[in-house]
Nanobody, 122 residues
Framework: QVRLVESGGGLVQPGGSLRLSCAAS????????MGWYRQAPGKQRELVAS???????NYADSLKGRFTISRDNGKNTVYLQMSSLKPEDTAVYYC????????????????WGQGTQVTVSS
């Protein structure tokens, strides 16, 4: 079955950088959209960024300029480069994969990884 496995989380000081990776295994197709969400304790899960097979990206407005999403279609892997990290970036970061498309903005499957903890603290 399809599994999404995140890695790269950890403890980092404010102003530091981390790169998260999410590798999809067991897929029989390339995901139309792969992305990252995050959820801090007591808060709802929010979109961080997403990227389509074409390379088209979408970011949360507040994160533009600090976070960069990319993907390796051949490896079916998505990355999130995070820089200038702030304490408020502390959250569990989840990988998400959607596909195939059944219409504009709708998809047959919606997969989630287990999440990786990112803690920004001095």
């Amino acid at each position: 079955q399809v599994r999404l496995v995140e890695s790269g989380g950890g403890l980092v000081q404010p102003g530091g950088s981390l790169r998260l990776s999410c590798a999809a295994s067991g897929s029989i197709f390339s995901f139309a959209v792969m992305g990252w969400y995050r959820q801090a304790p007591g808060k709802q899960r929010e979109l961080v960024a997403s990227i389509r097979t074409s390379g088209m990206t979408n970011y949360a407005d507040s994160l533009k300029g600090r976070f960069t999403i990319s993907r390796d279609n051949g490896k079916n892997t998505v990355y999130l480069q995070m820089s200038s990290l702030k304490p408020e970036d502390t959250a569990v970061y989840y990988c998400n994969a959607l596909g195939p498309a059944t219409g504009w903005g709708t998809f047959a499957y919606d997969y989630w990884g287990q999440g990786t903890q990112v803690t920004v603290s001095s």
